[in-house]
């Protein structure tokens, strides 16, 4: 073959390698997902463009609602802390003055603290309390209150252990005492202030009594001795809240074939006034101060949102559907909420179904401007979730200075975390 016609054979395979090298790195560099700003934005709409359910028959379909025109989109940052269940976790400040968690797993109530500095869990407290469905933690994380099933033949009863941590010092476990609390309580919650807890206890006629106690570590181990009660009643079926220190809510267990009510329960005084009722389905988180009632009925299975103001009987529309316990006062801010919102569009015979384990959901985290009623989408679960099925919040709680949002994903107990340093530049 004579030398030019390999010289051109030479040059037209390096002309071609050349062409192909140089469509590869532009397809590198400029990939099409994702490309334009209206497909980022269509990521990020509440319900539209939803991800791919894929054989989970529990994960609803989202419709077609848009986001408002002014809803700012800020992009936070969410990740899973703990891969195990967990029974519950708190806040609390470290020996260095930085913000921890104080978190117990589920399967055996072990307490562990993460350091958001370094990512890393350490256990404080071994314990052998199987299958602990809840606990509740005051006090900067110093108090928690175990709540779980104690199975004898085939009876099981409900146990509840106060569990009182002194000062741990860095790198040593923790030293705690503890008492019991009575057996078989329907309901316990802790006081946002005091070491006090109200619980709600059932007599053998099915009346309800709830006391409110001092938890103190001096105190008995079995005793009851300090402790009020500040409510009867023939009902039983009750929901307790304690917004402020001088009062507690009822609320009936939500159905959406009856009735709800609200009440508030002055503790001093021991006088019960009702705020709201003949609302099925009736679900109420009631703000920090006591001035606002954040609620939803399952009238025309529709669950939006309610502003109730408590002085001037006033209610407003937020124009957003959601569960309000998938909601939280902003602490300090009673303006501003955190919010869970869940497709509430195509599902009858709610909050049961979901109560049930029947149905989830893929939720998406709002923030709420009740003064000015603007909202801004925070985060979309189901871009963080690993599975892309998004996170059924429960359990949502801030941070003392606002900058962090924890909850807990119903579908497998797994503890999240959503940074919310960036807020302020949401405009609301």
Same mark, same amino acid.
Request: contains cysteine.
């Given at each position: 073959?004579?030398?030019?016609?390999?010289?051109?054979?030479?040059?037209?395979?390096?002309?071609?390698?050349?062409?192909?090298?140089?469509?590869?790195?532009?397809?590198?560099?400029?990939?099409?997902?994702?490309?334009?700003?209206?497909?980022?934005?269509?990521?990020?709409?509440?319900?539209?463009?939803?991800?791919?359910?894929?054989?989970?028959?529990?994960?609803?379909?989202?419709?077609?609602?848009?986001?408002?025109?002014?809803?700012?989109?800020?992009?936070?940052?969410?990740?899973?802390?703990?891969?195990?269940?967990?029974?519950?976790?708190?806040? $609390?400040?470290?020996?260095?003055?930085?913000?921890?968690?104080?978190?117990?797993?589920?399967?055996?109530?072990?307490?562990?603290?993460?350091?958001?500095?370094?990512?890393?869990?350490?256990?404080?407290?071994?314990?052998?309390?199987?299958?602990?469905?809840?606990?509740?933690?005051?006090?900067?994380?110093?108090?928690?209150?175990?709540?779980?099933?104690?199975?004898?033949?085939?009876?099981?009863?409900?146990?509840?252990?106060?569990? $009182?941590?002194?000062?741990?010092?860095?790198?040593?476990?923790?030293?705690?005492?503890?008492?019991?609390?009575?057996?078989?309580?329907?309901?316990?919650?802790?006081?946002?202030?005091?070491?006090?807890?109200?619980?709600?206890?059932?007599?053998?006629?099915?009346?309800?009594?709830?006391?409110?106690?001092?938890?103190?570590?001096?105190?008995?181990?079995?005793?009851?001795?300090?402790?009020?009660?500040?409510?009867?009643?023939?009902?039983?079926?009750?929901?307790?809240?304690?917004?402020?220190?001088?009062?507690?809510?009822?609320?009936?267990?939500?159905?959406?074939?009856?009735?709800?009510?609200?009440?508030?329960?002055?503790?001093?005084?021991?006088?019960?006034?009702?705020?709201?009722?003949?609302?099925?389905?009736?679900?109420?988180?009631?703000?920090?101060?006591?001035?606002?009632?954040?609620?939803?009925?399952?009238?025309?299975?529709?669950?939006?949102?309610?502003?109730?103001?408590?002085?001037?009987?006033?209610?407003?529309?937020?124009?957003?559907?959601?569960?309000?316990?998938?909601?939280?006062?902003?602490?300090?801010?009673?303006?501003?909420?955190?919010?869970?919102?869940?497709?509430?569009?195509?599902?009858?015979?709610?909050?049961?179904?979901?109560?049930?384990?029947?149905?989830?959901?893929?939720?998406?985290?709002?923030?709420?401007?009740?003064?000015?009623?603007?909202?801004?989408?925070?985060?979309?679960?189901?871009?963080?979730?690993?599975?892309?099925?998004?996170?059924?919040?429960?359990?949502? $709680?801030?941070?003392?200075?606002?900058?962090?949002?924890? $909850?807990?994903?119903?579908?497998?107990?797994?503890?999240?975390?959503?940074?919310?340093?960036?807020?302020?530049?949401?405009?609301?």
């Amino acid at each position: 073959m004579p030398q030019k016609t390999n010289n051109k054979i030479i040059y037209g395979v390096v002309i071609l390698v050349a062409i192909l090298t140089s469509i590869i790195v532009f397809v590198l560099i400029n990939p099409t997902n994702n490309s334009k700003i209206g497909d980022i934005k269509d990521r990020f709409l509440p319900f539209g463009n939803p991800p791919s359910a894929g054989n989970n028959p529990f994960v609803p379909t989202p419709d077609d609602t848009e986001t408002p025109d002014d809803a700012p989109f800020v992009i936070q940052k969410m990740r899973r802390l703990v891969d195990a269940p967990v029974a519950g976790a708190s806040f $609390f400040t470290d020996d260095m003055g930085q913000i921890s968690i104080r978190y117990a797993e589920q399967k055996n109530g072990d307490v562990y603290d993460y350091s958001l500095s370094t990512g890393v869990s350490r256990q404080i407290l071994r314990q052998n309390l199987p299958g602990v469905h809840n606990v509740l933690w005051n006090n900067n994380g110093k108090n928690a209150i175990f709540r779980f099933l104690k199975t004898v033949g085939n009876q099981d009863t409900i146990k509840t252990y106060a569990l $009182f941590f002194e000062e741990i010092a860095p790198g040593e476990d923790a030293i705690f005492e503890g008492r019991w609390l009575p057996d078989e309580l329907p309901e316990v919650i802790v006081s946002p202030i005091s070491e006090k807890v109200a619980y709600l206890q059932k007599n053998k006629k099915g009346d309800s009594f709830i006391w409110l106690e001092e938890i103190k570590e001096d105190q008995n181990m079995e005793g009851d001795q300090n402790r009020e009660q500040i409510f009867a009643s023939p009902f039983s079926e009750w929901l307790l809240e304690q917004p402020t220190e001088a009062l507690l809510t009822l609320a009936t267990k939500p159905s959406y074939n009856l009735d709800g009510y609200l009440y508030f329960v002055d503790i001093a005084s021991k006088t019960t006034t009702k705020i709201l009722g003949n609302k099925k389905g009736l679900m109420a988180l009631t703000s920090p101060d006591a001035t606002k009632i954040l609620y939803a009925e399952s009238a025309k299975n529709s669950y939006e949102l309610i502003l109730y103001n408590v002085e001037t009987k006033k209610e407003t529309a937020l124009g957003i559907k959601a569960f309000p316990e998938k909601c939280v006062w902003s602490v300090g801010n009673s303006n501003l909420l955190y919010c869970a919102v869940s497709n509430l569009t195509n599902n009858k015979n709610m909050p049961d179904e979901w109560y049930q384990g029947g149905v989830s959901f893929s939720d998406d985290i709002w923030l709420i401007n009740t003064e000015t009623g603007k909202i801004g989408l925070l985060a979309r679960t189901a871009d963080f979730d690993f599975e892309g099925q998004g996170i059924d919040v429960i359990k949502p $709680f801030l941070s003392p200075d606002n900058s962090l949002l924890l $909850f807990t994903n119903k579908k497998d107990g797994t503890l999240w975390l959503l940074e919310l340093e960036t807020i302020e530049n949401a405009g609301l």
